[in-house]
């Protein structure tokens, strides 16, 4: 089995967590801002130290080719630089950085493959500013318009698109999104959940990655007195949101059927102690393994909604962001990780994804599939996000060995 360098491996990650650094051990590196750009920039220089070929492309998507010495289809892999707001130093940083160290070992043995290899770093994968999340990836393997996406304007400036930042950070490249053709994508993340820790397994083999829906909602009434206003007279907003919350929150613990609800956000306007809301805008997140019990939530909490601002004499304008399936990774691409883990004696589990990744969205375009790594405590997108070193070097492992496989192959 080849290993990867260990130490060489866990002091870049300790680099590029200095780059929007928070805390002792947090990172906040938002997409298409400028320590995403620094950290980009980082990437880029020590992709071609390696050797490697750089590709920008038009979303700014990031791809580091070694050459095989075939002219087959690349095995690729890699995940994201670009975090939460007050995020970890793991989520995203550790698929990219394992791969670059796996192709540092290669050049350090003097390893050539049958196929090409390709690094990937994308675009926006956690949709702190810009809608969709997983953007690079989406759009990369043919779900999205590049031009719908780069007109995509931030939730926090209307001034601010994905196509005005790129521009801003250098990272509008020329190459077309799907140019590189993959035979395969493996992306190593960690779980970002506790069940691996809890069960003293050293790594996930990730099966399917559940399906997720995005939407946001604003009702809108009237602004009044709060003193004055008879409640018959009142088109509250406020109070309509919150029967809203309720039903959402009461949905996924009621029902049987496997969906997850959550309301992230909400803003009320004016938002003053005194006057009766005149506008309510709220977030929805649902998740199931589930397609059809997704789109049953959908449809039963829309029809509440309606039913609710109906009643209620308000109007409703109902924004769509997401709208992705649960996704099953091939089962010859499952056993590769399963295999690699095995190999290596480490300990492996079989288990769904609950949050979105690349990898699932490259599942359209290529065999795809997943490597997880414990996440101390569960926690994840917070800056107390921890894994310890030993899991990081098990799962670079694990990803140098099941790429390693995939590599030699020649169908
Ligand atoms: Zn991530």
Not at 6 to 15: E, G, H, P
Not at 42 to 65: A, C, P, R, S, T
Request: net charge negative.
């Amino acid at each position: 089995m080849m290993k990867i360098n260990d130490q060489r491996l866990l002091a870049n990650i300790a680099r590029y967590a200095e780059i929007g650094k928070v805390g002792e051990i947090g990172v906040e590196r938002i997409a298409l801002s400028d320590e995403d750009k620094l950290a980009r920039d980082l990437l880029k220089e020590q992709m071609l130290h390696l050797g490697l070929e750089v590709h920008i492309d038009q979303l700014g998507n990031m791809f580091g080719m070694r050459k095989g010495k075939k002219d087959l289809p690349a095995v690729a892999f890699g995940s994201h630089l670009d975090t939460v707001y007050a995020g970890g130093r793991y989520d995203g940083a550790l698929g990219v950085l394992a791969g670059l160290e796996l192709i540092q070992s290669l050049n350090d043995a003097n390893t050539e493959t049958d196929r090409p290899l390709v690094l990937v770093n994308f675009t926006n994968e956690e949709g702190v500013r810009f809608a969709p999340d997983m953007m690079g990836s989406h759009v990369y393997s043919g779900q999205a318009k590049l031009e719908d996406i780069l007109n995509s304007v931030a939730y926090d400036n209307p001034d601010d698109t994905v196509r005005s930042r790129l521009k801003a950070i250098g990272y509008n490249g020329e190459m077309k999104l799907g140019s590189i053709p993959f035979d395969s994508f493996l992306e190593l993340h960690i779980e970002q959940g506790p069940v691996l820790e809890k069960e003293s397994v050293d790594i996930g083999v990730v099966e399917m990655v559940q399906g997720i829906h995005w939407t946001r909602y604003a009702i809108e009434g009237e602004a009044n007195h709060a003193g004055t206003t008879p409640n018959i007279y009142r088109k509250d907003a406020g109070y309509a949101s919150a029967k809203i919350i309720d039903y959402i929150g009461d949905y996924s613990r009621k029902q049987a059927n496997p969906v997850l609800t959550t309301v992230g956000a909400i803003a009320y306007e004016p938002n003053t102690i005194n006057i009766i809301p005149k506008k309510a805008t709220f977030s929805l997140d649902l998740r199931s393994p589930d397609d059809e019990a997704l789109s049953q939530a959908q449809t039963e909490i829309d029809a509440y909604i309606n039913d609710i601002v109906t009643t209620a004499e308000l109007t409703l304008n109902k924004e769509v962001l997401v709208r992705f399936k649960p996704v099953h990774f091939p089962a010859d691409m499952v056993e590769l990780v399963q295999t690699a883990s095995e190999n290596l004696g480490l300990s492996s589990k079989q288990m769904p994804s609950g949050a979105g990744h690349d990898a699932q969205m490259m599942s359209a375009c290529c065999s795809s599939t997943m490597i997880f790594v414990p996440s101390v405590r569960g926690i994840s997108h917070n800056i107390e996000e921890y894994t310890k070193d030993e899991d990081v070097v098990n799962g670079a492992n694990v990803l140098f060995n099941a790429v390693l496989s995939r590599v030699y192959a020649t169908n």
